[in-house]
């Protein structure tokens, strides 16, 4: 992301950002509310186009691309509010984000051919191992929508290596966990970017998980960049600590 | 479903239908039942079609006898034009064509009905497919090929049991066997979530159309079938109480549940004939009917599982 800048009307979301996540690595992009770390998230997944400046994947530009588009370009993300498919069962939920990366679609359906049945079972198998590796898979069955919420959390961080991405997106993952939970969540975020290769790009309020989890933090006030670092450097760093984390530094 | 099963059946059901038929000659079927049971069957193919685009996509058509009316007046106006010097032998061929002619072009009107309407959601898609539908019908009303206000008459009596139970069954298969497959689940998924949906890879934009596309095409289907069964296409047949009618069938028999849509269909096909010794109180009575059916059943009437397959 190159001077990234967003307006609102007369408000400027972002002004000017230069953001770059290094392949594997987890890179950690806090900030008050209303930093404008929910808006770069949405730039970055295509939700909103930028008013001025460049984001590139991989040395390409994909500015103008369409959520679906950089999704299946190997953009994930999970969402703040989770947004799972509800009537869908939790196996169909991953399943059909497998599937979205393969060809052939209405009329492979209607026809029902070698390939298409070829087609559905792969897509079960790898839909059904990305269960187990969250330990979802007693509950393939159950609509998602009746999941607790912590498993509901679960199924959308298995949903989104479905999609083979090289850039994962997490926006408050911990949110609503208790301290247990957030250390569980934490190592598997850590898993998810070894055994699945790839970068993460983490939004969370929750000081202690940041610390404890990022390589790299960047922090945003009001649109603009005012630190860069590693947790430690950024935990000490003057402007942080009178914009976002008030006058007592953070426990990690 | 499975696949080679989901094919086997269809074949089975078609050849049922054209058995059925048979005998209807031989042994010379009342001709009030079979004029029901093809009214049934046309309002199975119009509850099922709109049931992809309103239950399994959960947008909300009000349009679907405008899609309905383009097929039907396609498929009239080719039997009128070439059906004259047609020899007997190529009768049902022709029909066939006008028919897949008639859905077509009801799918190309879907297509153009559907991008503009994508931004719209809920009652705002309603209103707007209304509009359209009022529009093509006040279009065949004013245009002097397709008779005006008087419709087109003299259209041949083509459409039997036969037809009319084979197309139910193709249209059921269809939109089962595409709903049943992981590309299918892409239409509940866009319904659920739509930027879930988008983010998981999946073009929105391209579910909503082809919803509208292929629910468009069996209504176009379902059109030239009434056409040839009613003998008279009139345009105020078409206007927005027949979408109504068939948007009840689908709330009737559960959003997205072809099975319960079916039943509802051919129940609601069957209702009003029933009451007819209620005379003029008959649709004062189906009107009740239906508002106890919504009270008794509101999540449909056969509508059972958490399961949204079937």
């Known amino acids: ?252 | 479903m499975s696949g080679a099963g989901g094919k086997r059946w269809l074949c089975a059901a078609v050849m049922a239908a054209l058995a059925l038929q048979w005998c209807a000659v031989r042994w010379d079927f009342n001709r009030y039942y079979l004029g029901v049971a093809v009214d049934a069957g046309i309002n199975v193919i119009l509850a099922v079609s709109l049931n992809l685009i309103n239950g399994h996509t959960g947008q909300f058509s009000l349009g679907h006898a405008g899609f309905m009316a383009v097929g039907g007046y396609t498929a009239a106006k080719l039997t009128l034009v070439l059906g004259g010097g047609c020899p007997s032998w190529a009768q049902p061929a022709l029909f066939l064509g006008g028919l897949l002619c008639g859905g077509m072009l009801a799918a190309l009107v879907g297509l153009a009905v559907g991008l503009p309407t994508l931004r719209l959601r809920g009652d705002y898609l309603a209103i707007v497919t209304l509009g359209f539908g009022e529009i093509i019908r006040v279009v065949f009303q004013n245009s002097e090929f397709f008779g005006a206000a008087t419709g087109l008459t003299g259209i041949p009596n083509w459409t039997h049991l036969g037809w009319t139970c084979g197309f139910a069954a193709l249209t059921v298969y269809a939109i089962l066997s595409v709903v049943d497959s992981t590309y299918g689940r892409g239409f509940p998924a866009v319904r659920d979530n739509e930027v879930a949906a988008a983010a998981s890879g999946i073009n929105p934009v391209r579910y909503k159309v082809s919803a509208f596309v292929v629910g468009a095409f069996f209504a176009g289907v379902a059109g030239g079938l009434y056409a040839h069964h009613k003998t008279v296409l009139n345009p105020t047949g078409f206007d927005f109480l027949k979408s109504i009618d068939i948007v009840v069938m689908v709330i009737l028999g559960g959003m997205g549940r072809t099975a319960g849509v079916v039943a509802a269909a051919v129940l609601l096909t069957l209702l009003p004939e029933l009451l007819r010794g209620f005379a003029e109180y008959r649709m004062i009575l189906y009107a009740l009917l239906i508002i106890l059916l919504m009270l008794l059943r509101p999540q449909g009437l056969f509508n059972f599982g958490p399961s949204t397959r079937a």
């Open chain 1, 1 to 252: 992301m190159d001077g990234v800048t967003l307006r609102f009307g007369g408000l400027m979301a972002l002004a000017g950002l230069d953001l770059r996540v290094e392949e594997g690595e987890i890179l950690g992009l806090i900030g008050p509310n209303g930093a404008g770390t929910t808006s770069a998230f949405n730039l970055v997944t295509g939700v909103y186009a930028p008013g001025e400046g460049d984001i590139r994947l991989a040395g390409q530009s994909t500015v103008g691309l369409l959520p679906h588009e950089l999704a299946s370009r190997g953009i994930a993300r999970t969402f703040q509010n989770i947004r799972l498919f509800g009537s869908l069962s939790v196996l169909d939920n991953v399943r059909v984000a497998v599937a979205s990366r393969q060809h052939g679609g209405f009329w492979n359906a209607l026809w029902r051919g070698r390939a298409f049945h070829a087609g559905e079972r792969a897509a079960e198998v790898e839909a059904m191992d990305l269960l187990s590796l969250f330990g979802l898979e007693r509950q393939s069955a159950t609509l998602a929508s009746g999941l607790p919420y912590g498993d509901q959390r679960r199924l959308e961080l298995a949903r989104a290596p479905a999609l083979r991405p090289r850039l994962l997106l997490l926006d408050a993952p911990a949110a609503g966990m208790n301290p247990t939970e957030k250390a569980a969540l934490a190592e598997l975020i850590r898993f998810i970017r070894q055994k699945f290769q790839l970068a993460v790009l983490l939004v969370e309020h929750d000081m202690p998980v940041v610390m404890g989890l990022c390589e790299r933090i960047v922090v945003l006030d009001h649109g603009v960049k005012i630190a860069e670092g590693t947790p430690a450097q950024v935990r000490v760093h003057p402007q942080v600590i009178e914009a976002y984390l008030g006058a007592e530094p953070a426990h990690a």
